[in-house]
């Protein structure tokens, strides 16, 4: 016996008219099982409220999300630690926690919307940046009037980031 014909002999025929969309639903036993004194004057409201009951949101749950720039921090300094480690650490923390896939999820999405940006720091006076720039350019003299091509040549102090940059004849020391 279908769902549908199990209803219609259990309840009132003016039920045999439910909306197809909740034949699924109409399979409850629970609801099945209740049968109420009036159906006639029920409306499709009526039928939802009966199948689904109250509709008002469940109440959340929150979660702790994770610290992922310490997560990111950590995941760069020690090469051998993976998210299934840090997610089994975030889970000894948080056992109420995210599972491990809405962990990784939630790392990806905040991942992709970080900067990308290769910062490097540098202790003063240890290094130097030396390098041309580019094509040569062209440089007048002022006494003479003569147009030559100059390299450029630029250093950038590593810590400070200070430039120097002069213009040369050739690319010789």
């Known amino acids: 016996?279908?769902?549908?014909?199990?209803?219609?002999?259990?309840?009132?025929?003016?039920?045999?008219?439910?909306?197809?969309?909740?034949?699924?639903?109409?399979?409850?036993?629970k609801f099945v099982a209740q049968k109420p004194q009036n159906t006639t004057s029920w409306d499709e409201q009526r039928i939802e409220e009966a199948l689904f009951g109250d509709r008002r949101p469940v109440e959340q749950r929150t979660r702790v999300l994770p610290d992922f720039p310490a997560l990111r921090e950590q995941l760069q300094r020690h090469?051998?630690?993976?998210?299934?480690?840090a997610w089994e650490e975030y889970r000894q923390v948080h056992p109420e926690g995210?599972?491990?896939?809405?962990?990784?999820?939630l790392y990806e999405r905040w991942r992709r919307k970080q900067a990308v940006v290769l910062r490097q720091e540098h202790k003063p006076g240890?290094?130097?940046?030396?390098?041309?720039?580019?094509?040569?350019?062209?440089?007048?003299?002022?006494?003479?009037?003569?147009?030559?091509?100059?390299?450029l040549f630029v250093m950038v102090l590593g810590a400070s980031s200070?430039?120097?940059?002069?213009a040369t004849r050739d690319q010789q020391l």
């Not at 279908?2 to 399979?27: A, D, F």
């Not at 090469?79 to 480690?85: A, G, I, R």
């Not at 995210?98 to 999820?105: I, K, L, Q």
């Not at 200070?162 to 002069?166: K, N, R, V």
């Open 79 to 85: 090469p051998h630690l993976t998210l299934q480690l």
């Open 1 to 29: 016996m279908t769902v549908r014909r199990r209803i219609q002999k259990r309840w009132n025929p003016t039920l045999s008219k439910v909306p197809r969309r909740h034949h699924r639903l109409l399979g409850n036993e």
């Open 162 to 166: 200070y430039t120097y940059a002069e």
């Open 98 to 105: 995210y599972g491990y896939s809405r962990f990784c999820e």
């Open 126 to 151: 240890e290094k130097g940046f030396v390098d041309r720039a580019g094509a040569t350019i062209p440089v007048q003299d002022p006494v003479s009037g003569e147009i030559w091509q100059a390299s």
